[in-house]
């Protein structure tokens, strides 16, 4: 009875998980709309900025254009700063905000980061496990078909396994979003970026967005309970 009570709880915990998730996405989508229309005293769009910040740190980076909005990222690969179609030529405190914190992502790089090096090898694994995931559940399938002893266990071992990996890698990746966000604020207020509005506008944008990381978290950690709870389970049984 205890099994089945836990069980139901860490589902009420995952719905909960899920909904803050969903706030978190509402909230960074406001704030980054709220200041999307308002300009910035710097004359500069999304892409200049970040050709200019880069000539002024010495960082040697590529600046391009990609689909979507807020899929803005920093690509350490071939080094290059992606900007999305809404923040490229866009001069708004909203565009600025998101560029200055990618290209805190490259300064990360250019200086040698560890939570950075230590978040790109942890995702590299969590996302090679996790293409494992379906063709071992297929084979626990199969094997419990055929009734073989312990084709169960599989599947809850390899998920709680692959959940502990996905659990590592969003907890990585907090300090290194709150510190590109942290080298942002800094790099635009150097820049200029001075007034209470701006200040107000750089800070609503940048903490909503590390928000939903702490949300990834929560949904993650949720996830690795209930899998956590099944494999208790299935061993006191």
């Not at 209930?226 to 208790?232: E, I, K, P, T, V």
Request: glycine share 6%; aromatic share 8%; proline share 2%.
């Amino acid at each position: 009875m205890d099994f089945y009570i836990g069980y139901i709880i860490s589902g009420i915990i995952i719905l909960i998980a899920i909904i803050v998730s969903l706030v978190m996405e509402v909230k960074v989508n406001s704030a980054y709309d709220k200041y999307r229309n308002v300009g910035s005293s710097l004359d500069l769009t999304g892409a200049e900025l970040a050709e200019k910040m880069a000539q002024e740190s010495g960082i040697n980076i590529v600046v391009r254009k990609c689909n979507g909005k807020l899929t803005d990222h920093y690509n350490p690969k071939d080094k290059s700063l992606n900007i999305s179609e809404s923040n490229f030529n866009s001069k708004s405190i909203s565009a600025q905000s998101v560029v200055a914190h990618e290209f805190g992502h490259a300064l990360q790089d250019a200086n040698e980061y560890a939570p950075l090096k230590i978040r790109q090898a942890v995702i590299k694994i969590s996302n090679f496990v996790s293409g494992l995931l379906i063709p071992l559940l297929l084979i626990g399938v199969l094997l419990q078909l055929f009734w073989i002893a312990g084709a169960g266990s599989i599947i809850i071992y390899v998920s709680v396994g692959i959940y502990a990996i996905s659990v590592i890698a969003s907890l990585v990746t907090l300090p290194v979003e709150f510190n590109a966000s942290s080298r942002a604020k800094k790099i635009l207020y150097q820049m200029g970026c001075t007034s209470d509005e701006e200040v107000r506008g750089t800070d609503k944008v940048l903490n909503a967005a590390a928000m939903t990381y702490v949300a990834s978290l929560f949904v993650s950690l949720a996830y690795f309970l209930r899998f956590l709870m099944l494999l208790l389970a299935m061993r006191d049984n």
